[in-house]
């Protein structure tokens, strides 16, 4: 069965300095993936996607990144965290069947 | 364009109440829907789907129903529990290559014992 983990699980950072999401999907291949960010009490918005190893689209302007190393692997980064990118952050997986799978997500606190 | 929407919560219950949460889309072509559920701290799950016009999706005892005529999905559950406390995401997904899926801002439904 599939299954998709995100590190860490918990994050508190400085303003400025750098950050490292990292997710990984077992027991599938060349699956979609996608970084979504969620606001404390908000609804979900989609960061980037990706259809294949090196293959990165971005749907908002930020001070984010997204790579995409390997088949299974999906990094999300960022220079210098800003207050703003605090957040409730989910990596999910699909594989052209509609529905995406959801990791158990990262919560940034940036101080 | 594309969107979801569904009725602005929180919702508050008593256990063993009728649950509906509605949720009304605008899309262009045949989407898929669905609807997702987020536990405190936690990813979504996915609680259920439909794929075409007609379709029931079920599950965990929740039920929704693909309405064309309408563009609904409407979540029902016959009796509620403490453990249905949770924010419900309803959702539609139009089958691009990318797979993205428009999600609906989110229901939080508070069941009270």
């Known amino acids: 069965s599939q299954t998709i983990h995100q590190w860490p699980a918990t994050l508190v950072q400085p303003v400025g300095s750098p950050l490292s999401l990292e997710c990984t999907v077992e027991?599938?291949?060349?699956?979609?993936l996608y970084w979504y960010r969620q606001a404390a009490g908000r609804g979900l918005q989609l960061l980037f996607y990706?259809?294949?190893?090196?293959?990165i689209s971005s749907e908002v302007p930020q001070n984010l990144s997204a790579s995409r190393p390997q088949d299974r692997q999906f990094i999300l980064s960022s220079k210098k965290l800003l207050l703003s990118d605090s957040g409730f952050y989910l990596c999910?997986?699909?594989?052209?069947?509609?529905?995406?799978?959801f990791g158990p997500g990262t919560r940034l606190t940036v101080t | 364009g594309n969107s979801v929407t569904q009725m602005e919560g929180p919702v508050t219950l008593s256990e063993e109440a009728f649950l509906t949460i509605n949720c009304t889309y605008t899309?262009?072509?045949?989407?898929?829907l669905f609807w997702y559920v987020q536990y405190p701290g936690e990813g979504l799950q996915l609680l259920l789907k439909?794929?075409?016009?007609?379709d029931k999706g079920s599950n965990k005892g929740f039920e929704a129903t693909y309405r064309k005529e309408t563009t609904s999905f409407h979540l029902e559950k016959g009796s509620v529990q403490v453990s249905d406390s949770a924010v419900y995401f309803c959702?539609?997904?139009?089958?691009?290559?990318?797979?993205?899926?428009?999600f609906g801002k989110g229901t939080r439904l508070h069941i009270l014992p």
């Open positions: 999910a997986w699909s594989v052209s069947t509609g529905e995406q799978y």
């Open positions: 027991g599938t291949s060349n699956p979609n």
């Open positions: 990706s259809v294949g190893i090196g293959q």
């Open positions: 899309a262009t072509g045949y989407p898929s």
């Open positions: 439909a794929t075409k016009a007609d």
């Open positions: 959702a539609l997904n139009l089958w691009g290559r990318d797979d993205k899926i428009i």
